[in-house]
């Protein structure tokens, strides 16, 4: 009698985050990332002084973030419709101007900013040994010492972008990320729409 021996695995056995907790994400190689829904201003309506101004001013804030700091940021578009119930409509002019929007199609924006730490080794290493790739990945330790640095660090990043460089962002809690993963694993991101696991289908009416 012939056997296979070989080993089976399931896709949730290459799924890199072991878990969320105190307001993070623990990956399951130990990295610990926290993240934030920031709202950028629209590049293409600056002009070249101050989109490198904006640059100039996020580069600052990275400089606040301590050694061994991964920083990603993900720019996220979809299409959506205009909801004017919220706009006046005491004059005629301003009826005729919310009722002209209503329901308009439009490519909606928005970024999250998600801070990693990790260890030196980690950085170094070839992307062959993400955990993405690889099932069993070191796991990284970390002293609470250094986790409340790293926090401290984040939340100074976060009020830089909000106080000094005024611009909105937020940081996601715990309750939230089941959601957010959720979204990112069937690429539905409207709020609006629930999303479901479901076949990935490339139909011409979803692409932009």
Same mark, same amino acid.
């Given at each position: 009698?012939?056997? $296979?021996?070989?080993?089976?695995?399931?896709?949730?056995?290459?799924?890199?985050?072991?878990?969320?907790?105190?307001?993070?994400?623990?990956?399951? /190689?130990?990295?610990? /990332?926290? &993240?934030?829904? !920031?709202?950028?201003? #629209?590049? &293409?309506?600056?002009?070249?002084?101050?989109?490198?101004?904006?640059?100039?001013?996020?580069?600052?804030?990275? /400089?606040?973030?301590? #050694?061994?700091?991964?920083?990603?940021?993900?720019?996220?578009?979809?299409?959506?419709?205009?909801?004017?119930?919220?706009?006046?409509?005491?004059?005629?002019?301003?009826?005729?101007?919310?009722?002209?929007?209503?329901?308009?199609?439009?490519?909606? +924006?928005?970024?999250?900013?998600?801070?990693?730490?990790?260890?030196?080794?980690?950085?170094?290493?070839?992307?062959?040994?993400?955990?993405?790739?690889?099932?069993?990945?070191?796991?990284?330790?970390?002293?609470?010492?250094?986790?409340?640095?790293?926090?401290? &660090?984040?939340?100074?990043?976060?009020?830089?972008?909000?106080?000094?460089?005024?611009?909105? &962002?937020?940081?996601?809690?715990?309750?939230?990320?089941?959601?957010?993963?959720?979204? +990112?694993?069937?690429?539905?991101?409207? $709020?609006? !729409?629930?999303?479901?696991?479901?076949?990935?289908?490339?139909?011409?009416?979803?692409?932009?």
């Amino acid at each position: 009698m012939i056997t $296979n021996k070989q080993n089976k695995s399931t896709l949730m056995d290459y799924y890199p985050i072991l878990n969320c907790d105190g307001d993070m994400l623990i990956s399951k /190689s130990g990295d610990i /990332s926290i &993240c934030y829904e !920031v709202m950028f201003p #629209e590049y &293409c309506r600056m002009s070249a002084e101050e989109y490198e101004q904006n640059l100039t001013n996020f580069i600052s804030a990275l /400089s606040l973030l301590p #050694e061994n700091t991964i920083l990603h940021k993900q720019d996220i578009f979809y299409r959506s419709r205009y909801d004017s119930s919220a706009l006046p409509k005491h004059s005629y002019l301003g009826g005729c101007f919310a009722a002209h929007y209503h329901g308009r199609e439009y490519l909606k +924006h928005k970024s999250y900013i998600y801070i990693t730490l990790t260890t030196k080794k980690r950085l170094e290493s070839s992307t062959t040994a993400s955990s993405i790739l690889l099932n069993k990945a070191t796991f990284n330790t970390f002293s609470e010492a250094q986790i409340a640095d790293f926090f401290s &660090c984040a939340r100074s990043f976060g009020s830089y972008l909000q106080e000094s460089l005024h611009i909105p &962002c937020r940081q996601i809690l715990s309750d939230e990320y089941p959601d957010i993963m959720h979204r +990112h694993l069937t690429l539905e991101f409207d $709020n609006t !729409v629930t999303p479901l696991y479901e076949d990935m289908e490339l139909l011409p009416s979803k692409m932009v």
